[in-house]
Structure formats: structure tokens, C-alpha cells
């Protein structure tokens, strides 16, 4: 369940590693139990199209069995709120276990965010392309629908895995998990984390990366930092990407830095653009340093 907006209560997330070319687990889905915990499991006999019951053990019975309240309405409040708070404790847990194994490993995670089409992908692939020869890479696509992100990201060699989430609006810290047991990144290798499209929901949503990199392009408005605070409190950089269409939008680059100060006064900034190739140089220095200081 996201705590923002309670998109992914009936996500059904699937996962497709596009090196091995299988749908592993094409019917697999999540569920949320009232205490927090994920399940995750297959059913291999059944169509999408079919609807089942699903009977899960849950550690939190009482929710399930206690009789029905006099006030349901706030007692459903509470239910609820206690739910959303039990769902980020568990997805911190397991974020924390990510960011140990990235720690053992020296795998440097980073999370991209930002708005549908900001360039996240374009950016990707340009940076694996350019970088291969300094860098290792793999990376986890997420994607309401459709592998057309991960199958961009293989086009330039790289292990990919593609997470639709279905009805979720974000990636959570157990998505990722499965991620890497599949592509088991390199030890000293860099794992980009393209979230899904949206600047407010994977704002709550540790995944156990070093940093979380923002994306806005010149064609959203030069307000957004401020109009979507959290997202920008949560970044260490923000890369303002499309510089190449600057003079044909009415976007100040300068109040668009200064909103996004105001929000994160340690926030890094850097002016480019995915297509030319201007600006990437401050892009790719940023990601040495950080790769050579963990
Ligand atoms: N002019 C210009 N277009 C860009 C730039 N970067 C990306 N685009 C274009 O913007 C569109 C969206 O780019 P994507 O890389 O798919 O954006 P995204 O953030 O990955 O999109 P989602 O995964 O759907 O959220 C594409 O048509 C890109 O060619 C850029 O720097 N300049
Ligand atoms: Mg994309």
C-alpha cells in the first residue's frame, strides 16, 4: 500500500529479467497483510483474468477476527493509519538489509525520480554508453507497464531487470530485493534504480540506495521543487535535464535552483541534456566521486 495515496493496495507487481528472456513469474502478485508484511507468490494455473481467494496466515488476527465496531469508520481510520505505519516499517527493514548488502558488496545504488518522461531513461542509456568502459552497470526498470524501458536498457549490453508494479505508483524496498537476487550486480559495479514516473509517492520509499537522484526537465515548469517538496528534500542531486529546449520554454533556470535550495539547501544542481550531451560531464564527475567515495 502507498501511504500517499494507497495506489498499490491491489498491486500485482511482475518481474522480467530481460538477459535470460523469461517472464519470471508472470503470475506472481503481492499482497500487503494488515501487519505490514509483503507476501509474494505465484499462481500457476490461473489466468489474469480469473479471480481467486487467497487465505494468508497473518500475525495480526486480531484485526481480522475482532467483532465489528461500533464506530467502523474511525475504527477503519485507525486500522489504517496503524497499516500505513506497519507498511513503511517493513519496507524500511528490508531497505536497510539492501543497503547492507550493497555496503558488502561496494555496489553503489543510486534511485532515479522524477515525473513521467523527464528523461530518465535517455539519461540511462547515454550514461551506460558513454561510461561502459570505466564503469560496470546494471539496472532495475520500474514501470507501471510494458519491458519498453528495460528494452532500451539492454540495447546498450547492460543486465537489466523490468519490475511492472501494476497498480503502484512507486518501487518499494522488497521489489528491489528481488531485483537484485536476479541480476546479482558485480561487486564494485553501479546499480541504477529507474523508479516509476512520479514525483510524490517514491519520495517515502527507501530502497536501500545511496542517494536518490531527481530529474526534472525545463518542460515541466520551473516551480515544481517547491510545488513537490518531499521529493526534493529527499534528492542529493537534481539534474535539470531538456537544456536543449530552454529557448523554446518559458522556464527561469535561475528560480527553479533557488526553489529547489529553499526545500534542500544541500541539493547538488547540474544543467543538462540527454540528447546533446551538454552538461553530462558535471553528471558523469559526480557519479566517479561518488562511486570512488563510498
Ligand atoms: N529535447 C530533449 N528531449 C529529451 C531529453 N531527454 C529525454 N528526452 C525525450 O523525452 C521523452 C521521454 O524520455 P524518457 O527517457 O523516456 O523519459 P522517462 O523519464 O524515462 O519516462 P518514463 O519512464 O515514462 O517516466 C523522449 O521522447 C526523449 O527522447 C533531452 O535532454 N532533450
Ligand atoms: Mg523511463
Redesign the pocket.
Known amino acids: 500500500m502507498c501511504v500517499t495515496c494507497g495506489c498499490s493496495d491491489d498491486a500485482n507487481p511482475t518481474f522480467t529479467h530481460l538477459a535470460a528472456h523469461t517472464a519470471a513469474a508472470a503470475l506472481t502478485h503481492s499482497h500487503v497483510l494488515a501487519d505490514g508484511q509483503v507476501i509474494t507468490h505465484s499462481h500457476p494455473q490461473e489466468t489474469r483474468q480469473q479471480t481467486h481467494e487467497h487465505h494468508h496466515p497473518s500475525s495480526h488476527a486480531a484485526l481480522e477476527t475482532a467483532p465489528p465496531p461500533r464506530h467502523p469508520e474511525r475504527k477503519q481510520s485507525l486500522q489504517s493509519t496503524a497499516l500505513e505505519i506497519n507498511v513503511l516499517a517493513k519496507n524500511d527493514l528490508i531497505a536497510a538489509q539492501n543497503r547492507g548488502w550493497f555496503e558488502g558488496c561496494n555496489v553503489l545504488a543510486l534511485n532515479l525520480v522524477?515525473?513521467?518522461?523527464?528523461?530518465?531513461?535517455?539519461?540511462l542509456t547515454r550514461t551506460i554508453s558513454d561510461l561502459q568502459d570505466r564503469l560496470q552497470f546494471s539496472v532495475i526498470e520500474g514501470?507501471q507497464a510494458t519491458a519498453h524501458?528495460a528494452e532500451r536498457i539492454r540495447a546498450t549490453g547492460c543486465g537489466v531487470v523490468q519490475v511492472n508494479t501494476g497498480t503502484g505508483c512507486h518501487l518499494e524496498a522488497a521489489m528491489i530485493q528481488r531485483g537484485i537476487h536476479s541480476l546479482n550486480p558485480a561487486a564494485n559495479s553501479v546499480l541504477m534504480i529507474?523508479n516509476?514516473?512520479n514525483l510524490v509517492c517514491p519520495a517515502l520509499f527507501d530502497l536501500g540506495e545511496r542517494a536518490k537522484v531527481a530529474?526534472l526537465?525545463v518542460t515541466e515548469g520551473d516551480d515544481k521543487p517547491i510545488k513537490y517538496p518531499h521529493m526534493f528534500r529527499a534528492s542529493s542531486l537534481m539534474l535539470l535535464?531538456?537544456?536543449?529546449?530552454l529557448p523554446y520554454v518559458n522556464f527561469d533556470v535561475d528560480r527553479c535552483i533557488a526553489y529547489a535550495r529553499q526545500v534542500n539547501p544541500d541539493i547538488e544542481v547540474f544543467l543538462?541534456?540527454?540528447?546533446?550531451g551538454e552538461g553530462l560531464d558535471h553528471w558523469y564527475g559526480w557519479l566517479l566521486e561518488t562511486v570512488a567515495a563510498p
Open positions: 522524477s515525473s513521467p518522461g523527464a528523461g530518465k531513461t535517455t539519461l514501470d524501458d529507474e516509476v514516473g530529474i526537465s535535464n531538456k537544456v536543449d529546449l543538462v541534456s540527454a540528447t546533446s
